[in-house]
C-alpha cells in the first residue's frame, strides 16, 4: 500500500511529520501500516502516534473496530507556524524597524517566517504588514 522513500529510520520528529502526513491523507491506518510507510517498528510508531496525540496535540483517535488510527477532525500540517494577536503584530513591527546590515535585509528570515505560517496566520501578517488592523485575530 505505501513506499517508504527513505529505507533508513528517520529522526522521530521527522517521522511524526510522516505519519501526520499519512493520517491526513488516508481516513484510517493501521500500526502496522503507519510501520511499513516509516520503516520502523509497529512499537516505535506507538511512541510516533503518542507524540503526535500528547506533544503536538494533533486529534488523533483509535478506531478499535477497524483497529487503526485516525484523525478526528483536519489538522495543519505539522511545521506550520500558528502565531496569534500579538505575536503577529509584533512580528510584523520587527519587521518594519528592521535595520539592514552590510548586503543583507533581512528579508530571507521574514520569507521563511512567514513561509511557515498557517494559511490563517499569512493572512493576518499580510494585513499588518500592510498597515491594516482591523482588531480581528486569526
Known amino acids: 500500500m505505501f513506499a517508504a522513500n527513505n529505507p533508513q529510520a528517520r529522526p522521530a520528529f521527522d517521522r511524526a511529520k510522516q505519519i501526520d502526513e499519512a493520517l491526513r491523507t488516508h481516513s484510517c491506518l493501521t500500526k502496522r501500516q503507519l510501520a511499513k510507510l516509516c520503516c520502523v517498528s509497529p512499537r516505535t510508531v506507538q511512541r510516533d502516534l503518542e507524540f503526535l496525540r500528547d506533544r503536538l496535540r494533533r486529534p488523533l483517535d483509535y478506531d478499535a473496530v477497524q483497529r487503526a488510527y485516525r484523525y478526528t477532525e483536519s489538522a495543519e500540517p505539522i511545521g506550520r507556524v500558528h502565531l496569534i494577536g500579538v505575536d503577529l503584530r509584533s512580528l510584523a ?3 518594519a524597524a ?25 493572512k493576518r501578517f499580510d494585513e499588518l504588514e500592510g498597515g491594516r488592523s482591523d482588531g480581528v485575530s486569526p
Open 93 to 95: 513591527i520587527a519587521k
Open 98 to 122: 528592521q535595520m539592514p546590515s552590510a548586503g543583507d535585509t533581512g528579508a530571507d528570515t521574514f520569507a521563511t517566517l512567514a513561509a511557515s505560517l498557517s494559511e490563517k496566520a499569512a
